[in-house]
Every structure is written in C-alpha cells, then in structure tokens.
C-alpha cells in the first residue's frame, strides 16, 4: 500500500508575542497536535473561523514554517529534511489575492518560469516550453505571457498563480483561499479548472478556505478546525448531512441563503472570539457551545471514530 500523499502527525506550532513594551511574552498555540492524512489523488478540505490554525497549518505543511513539534511527511518523507528545491518539485501553493501574489513590474511570462529557474537545471528552450504549455492548460494564450498583471483580470491573475504553481509538475498543491478575492461567476470557473486539473494531472489537493459551498464543490473529506484542533473530519456528504460537532453544526447553519425573508441566520455563537492565547480547560468550544455539559468544562473530549470519519465531542455516539 502506498503512502499517503500528505501525512500530519502531532503536528503543534506556537509562537510568542509580546505584549507592549515591557509586557512579558505571551504563547499563541496556532496548531495543536493535529493528525491527518490525505490520499494520493484526494481533495481535503479545511474550513474554520479566522483565526483558527488554517493558514499556519498551510505554511507549516509547505516547510515555509517549522513546526514546534510533530512531523509533516510528503510522499512517506519528511517535508524539514528536504531541500528547497526537492520541496518545491513536491509541493506548490497556491494563494488568496491574485492581485498580490504577483509580482507587478515582471511579465506574465517571466511569473510563470521562476520556479524552473530556481531549480538551476534546466534549459532556456525547454523554460518556455513549459511555460507556454501550462498557460495553455490553464486556459490562457500563451501569447498573453507578454502582458503584465495590471492588464489581466482578476480571474486571469489566478490562472497564472495556478500555472506557476504547477510549472514544475509538483503533486501536491496548498490552496490558501484561491478563490474568496474573486467574483462568484470567475469562483465557479476556477474551481472547475482545480477539478479538472486534479484528475488530468493526479494532483492532491489541501484545501483551505471559509466558504463551505466552495469546500463542499470541490473536496472528498472535511477537517473542521477550532482553535488549532481539528475537531470532526469526516466524508464532505457525511459532513454536510450529518455533522455531530455542535462547532461543525452551527458553522452549517450560519451559511447564508438565498431565500427570501429568512435575514441573517442566527449562530447563537455570541461577539466574543476565541483567544488563542487563553484556551480554556476542557472542550476548548465549551464556552460559545449550546450544547454544553458539565463535563465539557473539566475533560477534553476522547476522539470517537465512526465509518464516515471522527469527531471529538462526548455527545457523539
């Protein structure tokens, strides 16, 4: 049996800040011990507030962080004893804001092609070959290479991080929010081009983003987060249909509808966000949950599996 594309094991990362001038430094937990493993092939998706751990959790999994402890493996290795230029042949990002993620002053072109000149090997001819060949596949003409990013559109920019990121034909891809700085129709056109990409190219998707109806399109497994802990991971329909979290519940329940007269939906989470520098004893959502017991305020919950996935919580089961 193969090994997983991407493994996650006790994964924590903490930084210190400090408060103010001659305030003494404060630990943030941002990532705390999280587990989990993506198929070759798969599509994970990682939802939450903000704040909860996303995006470090990304930038750790990419070897753009170190982690505090735990282990981030790539294809059965070790992302921290890689070299740069081996990591980035296995794994690329890509980013929120096309409109920053791009250098200005530089050629669509020349975007495009810096991960094959930091490699150092490979030949000018073949440079614009690949370049050319994934703008294409990108759905972009290969002459717009000449063009800068301020004469492209917002949906265009993206296709060129996404051809960036895939010039060096790597088989994992972190996605940071792709699409939430773009318009709803371009959003659709670019999570239809990640589908396709994933099954023509047998990429591994991690999926990170706030907009549930954009996981629920294109991911095959769901890990919620909750200050730095992945509280239920389970099946995307398994999830949608039946969640046990209360987290995961009331996150469903807060998606806006179309329907007229219905308003704003109601979380019943209150104003107050979770601090990552003060994580409570116990369940650490026992404070905002509504479904909160006594036990919740003393015990972490056990990890309880099931044929869909698994979830920390003592109602499920």
């Known amino acids: 049996m193969s090994a997983p594309a991407i493994a996650v094991r006790d994964l924590h990362r903490t930084f210190r800040v400090k408060q103010g001038l001659f305030g003494a430094p404060r630990e943030v937990v941002a990532v705390d011990g999280v587990d989990f493993s993506v198929p070759v092939g798969g599509t994970l998706g990682v939802v939450g507030e903000s704040g909860c751990g996303k995006s470090t959790l990304a930038r750790v999994i990419l070897g753009i962080l170190p982690p505090t402890s735990g282990q981030v493996l790539i294809d059965g290795e070790a992302i921290h004893d890689l070299d740069r230029r081996a990591r980035a042949r296995k794994i690329q990002p890509v980013f929120q804001d096309p409109y ?11 975007i495009v092609a810096v991960p094959l000149l930091a490699q150092g090997d490979v030949a000018e001819r073949e440079i614009r070959t690949r370049v050319d060949e994934m703008l294409a596949r990108v759905g972009l003409d290969p002459a717009m290479g000449e063009r800068l990013p301020a004469q492209l559109s917002g949906g265009q920019r993206q296709r060129v991080a996404i051809a960036r990121a895939l010039v060096l034909r790597p088989r994992i891809v972190i996605c940071d929010e792709p699409t939430s700085a773009l318009d709803v129709s371009v959003q ?6 990640l589908a396709e990409l994933r099954r023509d190219l047998g990429l591994t998707y991690l999926f990170i983003s706030h907009n549930l109806a954009v996981v629920e399109h294109i991911a095959s497994e ?3 987060m909750y200050l730095g802990r992945i509280v239920e991971q389970r099946e995307t329909e398994a999830l949608f249909a039946r969640p046990v979290h209360p987290y995961t519940q009331v996150l469903l329940a807060s998606v806006l509808t179309p329907e007229p007269g219905l308003g704003i939906p109601e979380t019943g989470l209150g104003d107050a966000m979770p601090d990552p520098s003060n994580i409570p004893a116990g369940c650490r959502f026992h404070p905002r949950c509504p479904k909160v017991m006594e036990r919740c305020r003393i015990e972490a919950p056990p990890l309880t599996r099931d044929a869909t996935g698994q979830v920390e919580c003592f109602l499920a089961g």
């Open 188 to 193: 659709a056109q670019i999570l239809n081009l």
């Open 222 to 224: 769901v890990a919620v």
């Open 100 to 110: 920053s993620s791009l250098n200005p002053r530089r050629r669509v072109r020349d």
